[in-house]
C-alpha cells in the first residue's frame, strides 16, 4: 500500500475553522458525536458543539485567575494555563496545567481537584501533557524545572522528565529529557513517543510491564527542523508533528523519512529562531517575533470527524481552531 502523504499538502485554501474568540486553545479533544473541547487559558476547557455553539466551562475549586500580557502569559506562565487535556475512563477531563504547575481533574461542571503536585516531595515543574493507557495509568509529562521556563530554551537543559501513575503512586520512569512534550502509545502499546521540544527530535521508549521504560532512541530524523510539540500518528503508521514557532505540520514515515504537510511559517523570522536556537541564546523576543498567521505558534494536532479524517490544529497565539480533511484517519486513541 502506498503511503496516504506521499505527495500530500495541505492548501491554504482547503483549511477551515471552527471556534471564535479562545484564548490559547493549546490541546483539542474530540468527541464521535462531533463535539471538541479545547484547551482555554482563561482557566478552564471549551466546549464547542457540532452546531457551533460554545460555552467555556471554568474550574470551580482551585485559583483559575488568568494572565493578559504576553510577558505574564507566556514567559511567567502567570495564572492557569490549561495545556495537555485527555478524557479519563468517566468522561471528564484530566488537565497538565502549564500555568499552576500540576495535574488537575476537571469534572465536566467544571468542579475541580489538584490531583498531583509534587513528586518524591519535589514540586512538579511544568506539567505540559497527559495521557492514560488501556491499563487505566497516567503519563505525565514535565517540560522543564527551570524558572523561567523560557531560560530552558537558552541553555537546552535536560531536566524534563516522564512520570506515571498507578495504583503504586506517582514515580518518575524516564529523565534527562530536553523540553518533554507530547507523548503517545503505538497502537500495541508496546512504544511510548515523546517530543523532546528543545532538542527537536522524537524519541521512543519501550513500555514494560511494570510502567517503567527501556531501550530509549531517537525516532526518524535527529533534528525534525523546528521545535516538535504535539505529535500524533495516523492509521498507515506515520507520525505527525507541529513545528511551533516554525508553525509547520511534518510527518515522520515509518521509514523515518520526513514529510511537509503545511508551512505556515515567517521564513526569516524562522531562520533568526533556528540560528538562535543553534547559537544558545533564543529570548522570548525572538520566540514571539517567529509565527505563522494561520494557526500562531502551532501546538498540537487532533484527528476527528466520523471517519478520523479531519485533522485539528490547536494553537498557543490563536483564537479559533484550524481543520482540514487528512487522505488517512488518524490512529483511534483509548477513549475513541
Known amino acids: 500500500m502506498t503511503n496516504p502523504l506521499k505527495g500530500f499538502q495541505v ?16 490541546c483539542i479533544l474530540a468527541e464521535k458525536n462531533g463535539t471538541l473541547w479545547a484547551a482555554d487559558a482563561r482557566g478552564g476547557i471549551m466546549r ?13 475549586g482551585l485559583d483559575n485567575s488568568a494572565a493578559t500580557s ?16 485527555a478524557f479519563t475512563k468517566e468522561g471528564d477531563f484530566l488537565i497538565a496545567n502549564f500555568g499552576t504547575d500540576r495535574l488537575e481533574l476537571m469534572k465536566r461542571n467544571g468542579d ?9 516531595g519535589q514540586p512538579i515543574g511544568k506539567a505540559n501533557f497527559v495521557t492514560r493507557d488501556s491499563k487505566g495509568r497516567l503519563w505525565l509529562t514535565v517540560t522543564t524545572r527551570t524558572i523561567p ?8 537543559s535536560r531536566d524534563g522528565y ?16 530536553c523540553g518533554t512534550n507530547e507523548l503517545r502509545f503505538d497502537t500495541n502499546e508496546e512504544w511510548l513517543y515523546v517530543a523532546e521540544t528543545t532538542a527537536r527530535n522524537i524519541t521512543r521508549l519501550r513500555v514494560q510491564p511494570d510502567g517503567s521504560l527501556r531501550d530509549r ?10 521545535f516538535c510539540d504535539g505529535i500524533a500518528f495516523d492509521a498507515y503508521g506515520n507520525l505527525w508533528t507541529t513545528l511551533i514557532m516554525a508553525d509547520r505540520l511534518v510527518a515522520i514515515t515509518p521509514e523515518g523519512e520526513l514529510v511537509t504537510i503545511l508551512d505556515d511559517g515567517n521564513p526569516e523570522k524562522t531562520a533568526e529562531l533556528d540560528k538562535a536556537w543553534e547559537e544558545g541564546r533564543v529570548t522570548p523576543e525572538i520566540m514571539s517575533a517567529a509565527t505563522g498567521t494561520l494557526c500562531p505558534w502551532m501546538a498540537s494536532l487532533t484527528f476527528g470527524g466520523p471517519d478520523l479524517k479531519t485533522v485539528y490544529l490547536g494553537s498557543l497565539r490563536g483564537n479559533r481552531i484550524p481543520y482540514f480533511t487528512s487522505p488517512v484517519a488518524g490512529q483511534p486513541l483509548i477513549d475513541w
Not at 11 to 26: A, H, K, N
Not at 112 to 120: A, F, G, V
Request: charged fraction near 30%; avoid cysteine.
Open 217 to 226: 532512541e531517537i525516532y526518524g530524523p535527529s533534528n525534525v527542523g523546528g
Open 162 to 177: 516522564i512520570a506515571v501513575i498507578d495504583d503504586k503512586g506517582a514515580r518518575i520512569v524516564a529523565d534527562n529529557l
Open 70 to 85: 504576553f510577558e505574564d502569559r507566556y514567559v511567567n506562565t502567570m495564572g492557569s494555563l490549561p495545556n495537555g487535556l
Open 112 to 120: 475541580s481537584t489538584i490531583l498531583l503536585d509534587n513528586i518524591d
Open 11 to 26: 492548501r491554504r485554501e482547503d483549511i477551515r475553522f471552527v471556534g471564535e474568540g479562545l484564548e490559547r486553545p493549546e
Open 149 to 156: 521556563w523560557t531560560d530552558h530554551v537558552k541553555t537546552n
Open 48 to 60: 464547542i458543539d457540532p452546531d457551533g455553539t460554545q460555552e467555556l466551562i471554568l474550574q470551580k
